[in-house]
């Protein structure tokens, strides 16, 4: 079976003056259709720096990303924005709904930017989230369950192969994140790859594989 994601010995340097900040150091990991990985750790272990890697968002300073077998890392930034609206989903903390359009034109703006727009795929993923009767409205108008679900409408516009989850049950109360968590197994069941940050023992229960990180490095 072809591996969704591959990441293999990833470095992360950022340098400001003279000082050196080592975000990443050699991290590898894999993820298979279908399966869950959680990616855990104190806050400021490098988390979020290696979620931005394998979503091509940031360009790993060593090391190297595939997504389906296909390099992503050392790419220009309009082949990984192509492999991206391809074949990834990315969900962010916060940012992934614009204020001033309502929950539909939210996916549908996706799908767009990934030159992929398609109503009924759009109708159907917002279904599946369970806000087909709050698609018209704006981001303002919904509780903070309805926002993250929303977020991960927008995340699943394009049917992407791997989603990428940074904290996706972030300051939810327990019932909200046991509901996004079960969205997630769901999808994962359709055989689609996750990986997530996060700081919660229910999206870890759900996971098929933990890799903890500390000061940059997988520590378990």
Do not use: W
Not at 73 to 85: D, E, F, M, P
């Amino acid at each position: 079976m072809t591996l969704v994601l591959e990441a293999v010995d990833l470095y992360r340097f950022y340098h400001t003056g003279d000082d050196e900040t080592l975000a990443l150091r050699g991290v590898s990991l894999t993820a298979m259709p279908g399966e869950i990985v959680a990616v855990m750790g104190p806050s400021g272990c490098g988390k979020s720096t290696l979620l931005s890697c394998l979503a091509g968002l940031d360009e790993p300073s060593g090391g190297i990303v595939r997504i389906c077998g296909e390099r992503l890392s050392r790419r220009s930034g309009r082949v990984r924005a192509s492999i991206r609206g391809e074949s990834i989903g990315v969900l962010f903390q916060s940012g992934n709904l614009l204020g001033h359009l309502d929950v539909h034109a939210n996916v549908v703006l996706s799908q767009r930017l990934a030159g992929r727009v398609n109503a009924d795929r759009a109708d159907r993923v917002i279904s599946q989230v369970g806000l087909g009767d709050r698609a018209d409205a704006l981001p303002r108008r919904l509780s903070g369950g309805e926002l993250a679900r929303a977020g991960l409408a927008v995340a699943l516009a394009n049917d992407p192969r791997l989603l990428i989850a940074d904290e996706p049950t972030g300051e939810l109360d327990t019932r909200t994140a046991s509901e996004i968590v079960a969205l997630l197994r769901e999808r994962a069941a359709e055989g689609m790859a996750v990986v997530t940050a996060t700081h919660n023992p229910l999206v870890a229960e759900a996971a098929d594989h933990i890799v903890e990180l500390a000061d940059g490095r997988v520590v378990a």
